[in-house]
T-cell receptor
Framework: GQQVMQIPQYQHVQEGEDFTTYCNSSTTLSNIQWYKQRPGGHPVFLIQLVKSGEVKKQKRLTFQFGEAKKNSSLHITATQTTDVGTYFCAGSPSYDKVIFGPGTSLSVIP | GAVVSQHPSRVICKSGTSVKIECRSLDFQATTMFWYRQFPKKSLMLMATSNEGSKATYEQGVEKDKFLINHASLTLSTLTVTSAHPEDSSFYIC??????????FGPGTRLTVL
């Protein structure tokens, strides 16, 4: 079946270091979304990417959608303790279907 | 972003009883809502897609007679866990689809079945 994978599963970084999580789909996606879930909280929508090769930035966060629309990445520059949480990608092979990746849990050491 | 509420936030029940969880979109109309289950430190497992005015679409392996979903209006979907057992204990989260296909999540319901 259709799968969305994410690596790494866990990442521990020193505050100020960069962080990247990668998302890969077994099938071509119509769009991909990224969510952040803080410990004890619920997922919060960050962004949606639709176009092949698209790059979007939100302050220190950079999101990329691959040319083949099967992979994506989220890069955080100079991490802060407020970045702690689990980052999920969610791929849509079709409009009515969303498949969440397993998430990457980020810990930031002050 | 849009606001989605869930009620109750926590519920503890005895084995064999039924529990209803409500999901409401507070400031927008949602024709589609989703119900997820999340185990500790795990990803979101989609249980079903709830469409206003029609039957829910259940994911493979999810018992529709056990997890009853009703989407009675454009702002309300309910999930009823019938004859709950300890293995049903989990974190249940709903989401409502926004205008751009993004999902707005509720705060979740922690269900504990004794």
């Amino acid at each position: 079946g259709q799968q969305v994978m994410q690596i790494p599963q866990y990442q521990h970084v020193q505050e100020g270091e960069d962080f990247t999580t990668y998302c890969n789909s077994s099938t071509t996606l119509s769009n991909i979304q990224w969510y952040k879930q803080r410990p004890g909280g619920h997922p919060v929508f960050l962004i949606q990417l639709v176009k092949s090769g698209e790059v979007k930035k939100q302050k220190r966060l950079t999101f990329q959608f691959g040319e083949a629309k099967k992979n994506s990445s989220l890069h955080i520059t100079a991490t802060q303790t407020t970045d702690v949480g689990t980052y999920f990608c969610a791929g849509s092979p079709s409009y009515d279907k969303v498949i969440f990746g397993p998430g990457t849990s980020l810990s930031v050491i002050p | 972003g849009a606001v989605v509420s869930q009620h109750p936030s926590r519920v503890i029940c005895k084995s064999g009883t039924s529990v209803k969880i409500e999901c409401r979109s507070l400031d927008f109309q949602a024709t589609t809502m989703f119900w997820y289950r999340q185990f500790p430190k795990k990803s979101l497992m989609l249980m079903a897609t709830s469409n206003e005015g029609s039957k829910a679409t259940y994911e493979q392996g999810v018992e529709k007679d056990k997890f009853l979903i009703n989407h009675a209006s454009l702002t309300l979907s309910t999930l009823t866990v019938t004859s709950a057992h300890p293995e049903d204990s989990s974190f249940y989260i709903c989401s409502a689809r926004g205008w751009g296909n993004e999902q707005f999540f509720g705060p979740g319901t922690r269900l504990t079945v004794l």
